[in-house]
């Protein structure tokens, strides 16, 4: 294949995950049919399915977008330089505030999220990895300055993952709004009073 193929090949594949999550936050991605996708796009669906196997494949590809782009940021925290403090405090507000964005304030696009983590697809999967391994390399930095103690980074990173799941997962930050608890700030308080050095 040409690079001007691939190029071309890409695009449409692009183009139709952009369709897709805007028809998912539209009517909901039960509702959307990949003959839907194929409309808004004027093609046909066997068109659609030259790029995508299924519907599921599509909302996988919309679903790993979304949590790409919270993984970016996060990795972008952690490579900054500077104190960890502020800028562990700073990754946890953040993951918060983008699944929050991303999937509370839109009852379309956190129905795609249910699904996806009832039915634990991969996908979902990764994205929790990834995130409790950004975390873990922040503690990790935080051991290093001195700022944290953690003999098992591992198990650290787990137990932060663990205390923030209130405010990490889509679900979890819908359905706890309303319910006593908490504030963010008081749980990273928690967390990193649990970090602190032992002196």
């Known amino acids: 294949?040409?690079?001007?193929?691939?190029?071309?090949?890409?695009?449409?594949?692009?183009?139709?995950?952009?369709?897709?999550?805007?028809?998912?936050?539209?009517?909901?991605?039960?509702?959307?049919?990949?003959?839907?996708?194929?409309?808004?796009?004027?093609?046909?669906?066997?068109?659609?399915?030259?790029?995508?196997?299924?519907?599921?494949?599509?909302?996988?590809?919309?679903?790993?977008?979304?949590?790409?782009?919270?993984?970016?940021?996060?990795?972008?925290?952690?490579?900054?330089?500077?104190?960890?403090?502020?800028?562990?405090?700073?990754?946890?507000?953040?993951?918060?505030?983008?699944?929050?964005?991303?999937?509370?304030?839109?009852?379309?696009?956190?129905?795609?999220v249910a699904i996806a983590m009832e039915e634990d697809w991969d996908v979902c999967v990764a994205h929790m990895e990834c995130i409790a391994g950004v975390i873990g390399q922040m503690i990790a930095q935080g051991v290093a300055s001195g700022e944290f103690e953690a003999p098992d980074l591992q198990l650290a990173s787990l137990c932060a993952c663990t205390a923030m799941i209130r405010f990490f997962h889509p679900q979890m930050i819908a359905q706890c709004a309303t319910k006593p608890g908490p504030t963010i700030d008081q749980m990273i308080d928690f967390v990193i009073a649990g970090l602190s050095p032992r002196h």
């Open 1 to 112: 294949m040409t690079l001007v193929a691939e190029h071309i090949e890409g695009d449409t594949r692009d183009r139709i995950l952009e369709v897709a999550e805007r028809l998912f936050r539209q009517i909901g991605y039960q509702k959307t049919t990949v003959g839907d996708i194929a409309k808004e796009l004027r093609m046909s669906p066997a068109n659609v399915y030259r790029f995508f196997e299924s519907k599921k494949a599509i909302h996988q590809a919309v679903a790993r977008g979304l949590m790409g782009e919270v993984e970016l940021e996060a990795q972008r925290i952690v490579t900054r330089t500077g104190p960890v403090l502020p800028r562990f405090r700073e990754l946890l507000t953040t993951i918060h505030r983008m699944n929050t964005e991303r999937y509370v304030g839109d009852n379309k696009l956190h129905e795609m």
